[in-house]
């Protein structure tokens, strides 16, 4: 998703823009650009590709000026071209702006615009917000006139920052995040704490409908009716500048490895915190959890722990289904939302449906500093670190492993969950990464199509290891449960499928057995993943005991995210970053 970044400094900034938005690269994107401020001229360059690429074609850090903004796009309103990257600058070219989200009513602005004679060179949404900038500044000479006139006239989502080439910046948000750094050499603007802490970790967390106005003497903030408002300093944590691959070849498989830590991180939580998220389960008469993606995964495998151990009905559904499905969300109900970036629209939105329908909300989520951890009434963090690899891997478990805890302490311990234990067979899960390796290229040279079967606590299982596998190795790989198959995905099995059976020895074990028989029946080859081993697998991946058959999903997605990442090197595709997804959905 799109990254922003605004300096105003006492030195060149230009490299630190350039260092800033390789930061944030994790966050997915297809252009990059920079513009800074020198002798009261903008310049502008930009252009299609990767930050250390476009940068070397371009020379971006060699850009001069105390005052620059960069930008990296992931394409929304028009294709990935040169001419779509951000900076835009408007007509006379003393304003240059940096956008991310969707001005919902850009075509008709842009008419508008237009009739007024001023020349478009791009085809998206933002170039409207340059524009309509110029022609309020033109009339105020007042930046701060011009903001609010601006931000009145746009429909949309939106976080910007506008460099004027009189030295100001000025910003704004409504529904994207955008926060302000302070340091003692210069002020900073992004979507994105990681886009500044490498400087400063004193940080200012713009509130939706605020405009921020900067020079280098300070910051004016003010709400889009131009009254003056105040926004605490907030000290955010440098671990989480710990972003590097340290002795792994990529973040994604870092990341899989740091699972052993990062579960047993998830579940230390403050009393008062856990308390009031676990009493507010208790108090309520319905409960649905909500999340995209992989968080929609772990939402699955909370509402399956919650309703088996409490004896109480948890409703999972789809963020992105949320607005469709909320008649029965009241004041009555609590939604526990989760997500790892704490950023993702359709979970936004979500909260924001049941919120004014008058339900709680309560959140789980990765950054603590998140749109999401900050509005909800109750927040858990996972304590995972940064996940810079799009394909959420410890985030996964470290959702699953706070919700463990969770339904443990209202249940008095009925999952028995215990972080030393389970971080332990996880360890020894990630010792077997070679034997994956050789598995992928063993299995699948010929392969096209991955099936996944499970019931029950597996199932959601089934759904994630497919994810990765399409996100990672952009192979087709489904996930079905078990007892679905012969209602249709049989007619699908043949020699060419490569099945994966979920099947530990639990309650679902026989049932699952008799699910692979059908498949191994016609031809697919079927690789087990089981505590047990049989015949039927043309290959096994063996996992531990667990004490209660609840706690398998932790053990068995390792296997699933090792053979993912392996795939995607034997597929020659980019694990950490997969092509047209970003790390942080920010659009609905
Ligand atoms: C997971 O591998 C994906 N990258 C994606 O499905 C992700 O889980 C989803 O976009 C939700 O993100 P969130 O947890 O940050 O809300």
Same mark, same amino acid.
């Given at each position: 998703? +799109?990254?922003?970044?605004?300096?105003?400094?006492?030195?060149?900034?230009?490299?630190?823009?350039?260092?800033?938005?390789?930061?944030?690269?994790?966050? @997915?994107?297809?252009?990059?650009?920079?513009? !800074?401020?020198?002798?009261?001229?903008?310049?502008?360059?930009?252009?299609?590709?990767?930050? &250390?690429?476009?940068?070397?074609?371009?020379?971006?850090?060699?850009?001069?000026?105390?005052?620059?903004?960069?930008?990296?796009?992931?394409?929304?309103?028009?294709?990935?071209?040169?001419?779509?990257?951000?900076?835009?600058? +408007?007509?006379?070219?003393?304003?240059?702006?940096?956008?991310?989200?969707?001005?919902?009513?850009?075509?008709?602005?842009?008419?508008?615009?237009?009739?007024?004679?001023?020349?478009?060179?791009?085809?998206?949404? !933002?170039?409207?917000?340059?524009?309509?900038?110029?022609?309020?500044?033109?009339?105020?000479?007042?930046?701060?006139?011009?903001?609010?006139?601006?931000?009145?006239?746009?429909?949309?989502?939106?976080?910007?920052?506008?460099?004027?080439?009189?030295?100001?910046?000025? +910003?704004?948000?409504?529904?994207?995040?955008?926060?302000?750094?302070?340091?003692? &050499?210069?002020? *900073?603007?992004?979507?994105?704490?990681?886009?500044?802490?490498? *400087?400063?970790?004193?940080?200012?967390?713009?509130?939706?409908?605020?405009?921020?106005?900067?020079?280098?003497?300070?910051? +004016?903030?003010? &709400?889009? @009716?131009?009254?003056?408002?105040?926004?605490?300093?907030?000290?955010?944590?440098?671990?989480?500048?710990?972003?590097?691959?340290?002795?792994?070849?990529?973040?994604?498989?870092?990341?899989?490895?740091?699972?052993?830590?990062?579960?047993?991180?998830?579940?230390?939580?403050?009393?008062?915190?856990?308390?009031?998220?676990?009493?507010?389960?208790?108090?309520?008469?319905?409960?649905?959890?909500?999340?995209? @993606?992989?968080?929609?995964?772990?939402?699955?495998?909370?509402?399956?722990?919650? /309703?088996?151990?409490?004896?109480?009905?948890?409703?999972?559904?789809?963020?992105?289904?949320?607005?469709?499905?909320?008649?029965?969300?009241?004041?009555?109900?609590?939604?526990?939302?989760?997500?790892?970036?704490?950023?993702?629209?359709?979970?936004?939105? /979500?909260?924001?449906?049941?919120?004014?329908?008058?339900?709680?909300?309560?959140?789980?989520?990765?950054?603590?500093?998140?749109?999401?951890?900050?509005?909800?009434?109750?927040?858990?963090?996972? &304590?995972?670190?940064?996940?810079?690899?799009?394909?959420?891997?410890?985030?996964?478990?470290?959702?699953?492993?706070?919700?463990?805890?969770?339904?443990?302490?209202?249940?008095?311990?009925?999952?028995?969950?215990?972080?030393?234990?389970?971080?332990?067979?996880?360890?020894?899960?990630? @010792?077997?990464?070679?034997?994956?390796?050789? %598995?992928?290229?063993? !299995?699948?040279?010929?392969?096209?199509?991955?099936?996944?079967?499970?019931?029950?606590?597996?199932?959601?299982?089934?759904?994630?290891?497919?994810?990765?596998?399409?996100?990672?190795?952009?192979?087709?790989?489904?996930?079905?449960?078990?007892?679905? %198959?012969?209602?249709?995905?049989?007619?699908?099995?043949?020699?060419?499928?490569?099945?994966?059976?979920?099947?530990?020895?639990?309650? !679902?074990?026989?049932?699952? %057995?008799?699910? /692979?028989?059908?498949?191994?029946?016609?031809?697919?080859?079927?690789?087990?993943?089981?505590?047990?081993?049989?015949?039927?697998?043309?290959?096994?991946?063996?996992?531990?005991?667990?004490?209660?058959?609840?706690?398998?999903?932790?053990?068995?997605?390792?296997? %699933?995210?090792?053979?993912?990442?392996?795939?995607?090197?034997?597929?020659?595709?980019?694990?950490?970053?997969?092509?047209?997804?970003?790390?942080?959905?920010?659009?609905?």
């Amino acid at each position: 998703m +799109c990254s922003i970044i605004g300096i105003i400094g006492k030195n060149f900034v230009a490299p630190a823009l350039v260092e800033s938005l390789k930061r944030m690269e994790y966050r @997915g994107y297809d252009s990059v650009g920079v513009a !800074t401020l020198s002798t009261n001229r903008i310049s502008v360059r930009k252009g299609i590709g990767k930050v &250390n690429q476009v940068n070397s074609n371009l020379n971006l850090a060699e850009m001069e000026g105390l005052v620059g903004i960069g930008h990296t796009r992931w394409a929304t309103h028009g294709g990935v071209t040169d001419y779509n990257a951000h900076p835009h600058p +408007c007509c006379s070219g003393d304003i240059a702006v940096v956008h991310n989200g969707i001005i919902e009513n850009y075509l008709q602005l842009k008419e508008e615009l237009v009739s007024k004679g001023h020349l478009f060179r791009s085809e998206t949404d !933002t170039e409207v917000i340059a524009h309509l900038l110029e022609d309020q500044y033109n009339a105020s000479r007042d930046i701060k006139v011009a903001m609010m006139g601006t931000v009145n006239q746009l429909e949309g989502s939106y976080a910007f920052v506008a460099m004027f080439a009189n030295g100001t910046l000025a +910003c704004a948000r409504l529904d994207e995040p955008l926060v302000i750094g302070i340091s003692d &050499n210069a002020y *900073y603007a992004s979507s994105d704490v990681l886009g500044f802490l490498q *400087y400063t970790d004193q940080a200012m967390f713009l509130d939706n409908r605020d405009i921020a106005i900067m020079d280098i003497t300070g910051t +004016c903030i003010f &709400n889009f @009716g131009g009254e003056s408002v105040t926004r605490s300093v907030t000290k955010v944590a440098w671990e989480l500048a710990d972003a590097n691959k340290g002795e792994f070849a990529h973040y994604t498989i870092k990341e899989i490895f740091e699972q052993r830590i990062s579960i047993k991180a998830a579940t230390y939580q403050e009393e008062h915190k856990i308390k009031a998220f676990c009493d507010a389960i208790v108090a309520a008469g319905k409960i649905v959890v909500t999340g995209s @993606g992989t968080s929609y995964h772990t939402s699955l495998i909370t509402s399956m722990l919650g /309703a088996r151990v409490m004896k109480k009905r948890f409703e999972p559904v789809m963020a992105s289904e949320f607005k469709y499905n909320m008649d029965s969300v009241d004041k009555d109900t609590v939604v526990i939302a989760i997500s790892q970036s704490g950023e993702t629209a359709d979970v936004l939105s /979500a909260t924001k449906l049941a919120r004014a329908a008058g339900a709680k909300i309560l959140s789980i989520v990765n950054v603590p500093t998140s749109s999401l951890a900050r509005t909800a009434d109750v927040s858990l963090g996972i &304590n995972s670190g940064p996940e810079i690899g799009v394909a959420a891997t410890k985030s996964f478990t470290g959702q699953v492993s706070l919700a463990y805890a969770i339904v443990d302490r209202l249940s008095g311990g009925k999952v028995g969950f215990e972080r030393d234990v389970v971080s332990d067979k996880i360890t020894k899960m990630l @010792g077997g990464s070679a034997g994956i390796e050789r %598995l992928v290229n063993m !299995t699948m040279p010929k392969v096209n199509d991955i099936y996944l079967l499970g019931r029950s606590i597996h199932f959601p299982i089934a759904l994630e290891g497919a994810l990765k596998m399409k996100e990672l190795a952009y192979v087709h790989a489904e996930g079905i449960a078990a007892g679905e %198959l012969k209602h249709g995905p049989l007619a699908l099995m043949d020699k060419n499928a490569v099945v994966f059976v979920l099947n530990a020895d639990d309650k !679902t074990y026989s049932d699952t %057995l008799s699910s /692979a028989h059908e498949v191994k029946a016609r031809g697919a080859k079927i690789i087990g993943i089981s505590n047990v081993s049989n015949d039927i697998y043309d290959a096994m991946i063996e996992i531990p005991k667990m004490d209660n058959e609840l706690l398998y999903p932790l053990v068995e997605i390792i296997p %699933l995210q090792l053979f993912s990442y392996y795939l995607a090197l034997h597929n020659n595709a980019d694990p950490d970053f997969p092509r047209n997804l970003a790390k942080s959905v920010t659009v609905s």
